[in-house]
Structure formats: C-alpha cells, structure tokens
C-alpha cells in the first residue's frame, strides 16, 4: 500500500460530517447543567414540558454566523409555544465579555458552559433537540436551515406536554 494512503484517508475522516456521539437519539437526556452567559445555571429538568435545542457554536465558525441569527429569528417565533434555544460557546470562542453586546441583541438564552454532556462536540455547529418528555430527538453535527428546523420543530411543538 503507498505511503500516502493513510494520511489520505485520515484527512477525508477528519473532513466527513461528524455525527453527534454523546446524546443517543431516542433515548433521554442525560443530567444536564448550563451555565448561563450572566453566570447563572439551570438544567434540562428544570425545562421539562418545553422543546429544546443546544446548539453548540464559535465565533470562529462561518457557518455558525449563519445559523445563530436564524436560530434566534425561528425562535422569537416558536417561544411562545413552548420551546427553549440554548446557543453554548464552545472553546476557542473570543471571551465572553467581548460578546456582551451580541448576547444582549440575541432573544435565545447564550450559554458559556455545560456539564453531563462533552463540551467538545465533534464539529462546530452542533444541534441537539430534547422533546417535552426529555428524550433525545435530534443530535448532529453541522448547521441546520429553515426547512430542517420546521422538520425537526414543528412535530415536537405540537405533542403535548407531559402531565406533573
């Protein structure tokens, strides 16, 4: 076999899209704690009944650009009827008081950090959808657009939430 072979083939790996590892489709949410961009925390439990997103991005990251203001757009439309965006930087981000201003401009909720799932997604951006029971629904890595978001969304919103 030629020499290059392998170090081919471990840059057309490393170039494939990714898929999310940590959070199993169908299955529920593990334990899950942000800390939120103005230092305060919550948790996955704490949103039971909503339908979530964790979209984990960086500054760094172009398509990441794209999919922010699309997040935060869909979700100034969907809030209201029960869901919760969660945008976590991830590392290598600018530091978060220099995006202050971008935050405050932003409806979804910023995150600076995460605990009970890896922090280091296997690519930027990486979306994960929680329905109103807990359970894992979507989790890939790469941007979504607006037909994915009405795709993965618009069925979730509509389930109702679980009774206390």
């Not at 650009?65 to 976590?88: Q, T």
């Not at 629904?137 to 679980?162: F, H, Q, S, T, V």
Request: net charge positive; with cysteine.
């Amino acid at each position: 076999m030629p020499r290059w072979i392998l170090p081919l083939a471990a840059a057309l790996l490393a170039a494939a899209p990714a898929t999310a590892k940590e959070l199993k489709v169908g299955q529920p949410a593990p334990p899950i704690e942000l800390t939120l961009a103005d230092g305060t925390k919550t948790t996955i439990a704490d949103h039971r009944g909503e339908v979530i997103v964790v979209n984990f991005w960086a500054t760094w990251c172009v398509p990441c650009r794209a999919e922010l203001p699309l997040l935060d757009a869909y979700y100034r439309k969907i809030s209201k009827h029960g869901a919760r965006v969660f945008a976590v930087t991830t590392e290598g981000s600018v530091p978060i008081y220099k995006m202050k201003a971008l935050f405050a401009a932003l409806a979804i909720t910023p995150a600076k950090g995460i605990r009970g799932i890896p922090r280091d997604v296997p690519a930027v951006p990486t979306n994960y959808i929680i329905d109103r029971r807990g359970v894992v629904r979507y989790a890939k890595a790469g941007a979504m657009d607006l037909d994915d978001l009405n795709r993965e969304l618009i069925p979730l919103l509509r389930e109702a939430p679980p009774e206390s």
